[in-house]
């Protein structure tokens, strides 16, 4: 397996640049810059649900030391849902986090002061789970089943589009509104007959406790969305463009180190989230989860450009998916005006080390067809 060196990863200045080589590892390309503050920036940062393995980039970038390097003591907070993590940061409870990127566009078409500054999933796992022998074969047959929903996740706005294109007739479904757990009990105790989440939440702890889930990923019926995205305050990226560049940098170094060190950086998460390791069904849990995000990091997008940059014709085609099916009348902003590669592309894989990563991660691509 090949590895970044720890001289490569942690010896440079605030504005180092990882950069592929031609012959292969990283090169580093030093740019004139201030020295970092002290005392160290503090940032709240919020998740988008519960600590879980797609979640453990900010934790890598903690615990290796990619922020603090950078001037940044951030403190990791669990969130409740993607629209209840856009809400919290709208309202000035947290500096930056990460929430479901069409869910954020959602938010900011609505109104909300947000902005994406950096994309971790290029393929999102929405989708409704049902379980392995259940009956309901095809979409259509959800009609007079009973589903269970968390309001605040990020899928539960995008649900109205997945049934009008799969020939559902929403009103014949009951949606029972329930927490996390409650949920997935519900569900693998059959109290109800299907879920709606996220394919890297919601199959990986019951797959490890030994229900099999089948996936019906809103994807196979052409809603293509963005998964994973971090975001801020407008007015953050205005006033506070270094303050922006150090949080998504840090973000990226865990990206990269997390494909290129898999193993290292689960052991990782385990040392910072000390409950997720305790079983071995947890264990296996995250691995599945990671890996689930890993491979939708590994977008064409961040191939070619750098990890985190986004295509802004796929971003305006977003915007216009969510205006048609759950804004309709409203006026579409400029795709500038909330959405920005200016922090992003510094860090990237050379080829054989993507190919490397595409390889040990296809095991998940089941996941996004």
Not at 76 to 97: E, K, M, P, V, W
Not at 161 to 185: L, S, T
Not at 297 to 316: C, I, M, Q, T, Y
Not at 336 to 343: L, V
């Amino acid at each position: 397996m090949t590895s970044i060196s720890r001289r490569d990863f942690l010896g440079y200045s605030r504005w180092a640049v990882a950069v592929a080589a031609a012959g292969g590892g990283f090169a580093l390309e030093s740019r004139p810059g201030r020295a970092i503050a002290q005392p160290l920036t503090k940032i709240r940062f919020t998740l988008p649900w519960v600590a879980e393995g797609s979640l453990m980039h900010p934790f890598l970038a903690k615990n290796r030391g990619f922020w603090k390097k950078r001037g940044l003591d951030v403190d990791i907070a669990r969130g409740y849902g993607s629209l209840a993590a856009t809400q919290a940061l709208a309202g000035g409870q947290f500096d930056f986090g990460e929430a479901s990127c069409p869910v954020v566009v959602l938010q900011i078409i609505k109104g909300l002061p947000l902005t994406t500054i950096g994309m971790f999933g290029y393929n999102t796992t929405m989708g409704v789970g049902v379980l392995e022998d259940s009956p309901i074969k095809t979409p259509k047959e959800l009609e007079g089943k009973t589903i269970g929903w968390t309001p605040t996740s990020g899928e539960v706005p995008f649900f109205p589009v997945y049934a009008k294109r799969a020939g559902i007739e929403q009103d014949k479904i009951k949606f029972v509104n329930m927490n996390i757990d409650v949920r997935y009990r519900a569900f693998m105790d059959k109290q109800i007959d299907a879920i709606t989440d996220y394919a890297a939440s919601a199959i990986p702890p019951m797959a490890a406790r030994g229900y099999k889930v089948r996936w019906m990923p809103y994807a196979s019926y052409g809603i293509s969305l963005y998964d994973l995205t971090i975001m801020t305050n407008p007015k953050t990226v205005k006033e506070s463009p270094e303050l922006c560049q150090a949080v998504v940098d840090g973000l990226m170094e865990a990206l990269a180190f997390s494909h290129l060190n898999p193993d290292e950086s689960i052991e990782i998460y385990f040392k910072e989230v000390r409950e997720a390791g305790f079983m071995a069904k947890e264990r296996e849990n995250v691995r599945m989860s990671f890996g689930i995000a890993m491979y939708s990091s590994l977008g064409e997008e961040a191939r070619a450009n750098g990890f985190g940059w986004a295509d802004p014709k796929r971003f305006s085609e977003m915007a216009d998916l969510v205006i048609a099916y759950l804004a309709q009348g409203a006026e579409k902003p400029p795709v500038e005006s909330f959405f920005t590669n200016r922090f992003v592309g510094r860090i990237k894989l050379t080829d054989s080390q993507w190919a490397e990563s595409k390889k040990r991660f296809q095991e998940f691509a089941k996941f996004y067809a």
